[in-house]
């Protein structure tokens, strides 16, 4: 059977390093669109959907966030397997009927998460390493919604139907995380310094298990895939 066709839609305003990762740990070939820049598929011609983190909230007013909810929203209706990251967590929440807000914090660095099991975290262990750096969360799964995984700062992952939303970054590598934890300059000096102290090889390798998320959601669109064309 052919390889996948995923559309990698691109919410990061161009960010040098988010195009390369999912390029690195997707075992599909991607259709890639600069969303954040309007640009989005003219079909579903898809064998599933990658949404990516980003800069933006999902609430804010700009004019390219309402078409990417609508489009997640459609794609959802018939029937794409849909995997949103961080941010796009959070759009296919809004597509799915959820409400995304701000947090009274700003969760970043290595955090342990707990998942509740299901097909994405397969091979996964139940308490887990990942990368966070979020300032709004899922306040509410949208209705019918399965809680997968979350920690004290709240919902990190849901399914409803074919598509599934994670809050944090398993396809970050260590670059990243540095790069986009200088970037926080709000946060101060102080916990700028902690944060990064904190990256390294001994978390890096412990965040490095959710990566096998991705091949989890590959080897799903594949059996959507197969069922559709049985």
């Known amino acids: 059977m052919s390889r996948l066709r995923f559309a990698l839609l691109d919410a990061s305003h161009n960010d040098e390093s988010t195009r390369r990762n999912f390029r690195r740990e997707l ?15 003219s079909s579903f011609d898809f064998d599933g959907v990658v949404v990516t983190g980003s800069r933006a909230s999902v609430y804010w007013d700009e004019a390219w966030i309402p078409p990417l909810v609508d489009w997640i929203a459609e794609a959802a209706a018939r029937g794409l397997p849909i995997l949103g990251v961080c941010y796009g967590h959070q759009v296919v929440a809004e597509a799915l009927g959820g409400r995304v807000a701000g947090m009274d914090d700003f969760e970043i660095g290595y955090r342990e998460v707990r998942h509740r099991g299901g097909e994405l975290f397969e091979g996964i262990d139940e308490t887990f390493t990942v990368f966070t750096t979020h300032g709004d969360t899922v306040a509410q799964l949208p209705p019918g919604a399965e809680l997968l995984a979350d920690n004290e700062h709240g919902v ?60 989890n959601f590959v080897a799903y669109a594949e059996r959507v895939r197969a069922e559709a064309t049985a």
Do not use: M
């Not at 978390?203 to 991705?214: G, I, P, R, S, V």
């Open 27 to 41: 075992d599909a070939d991607l259709a890639e669109f600069d969303a954040s820049g309007g640009d989005l598929p």
């Open 156 to 215: 990190h992952a849901f399914r409803k139907g074919h598509a599934f939303g994670v809050q944090f970054h398993p396809e970050y590598d260590a670059e990243t995380a540095e790069r986009v934890t200088r970037s926080k300059e709000f946060l101060g000096e102080e916990r700028i310094r902690r944060v990064l102290d904190g990256i390294d090889e001994e978390n890096y390798a412990a965040a490095c298990e959710a990566k096998a998320l991705f091949d």
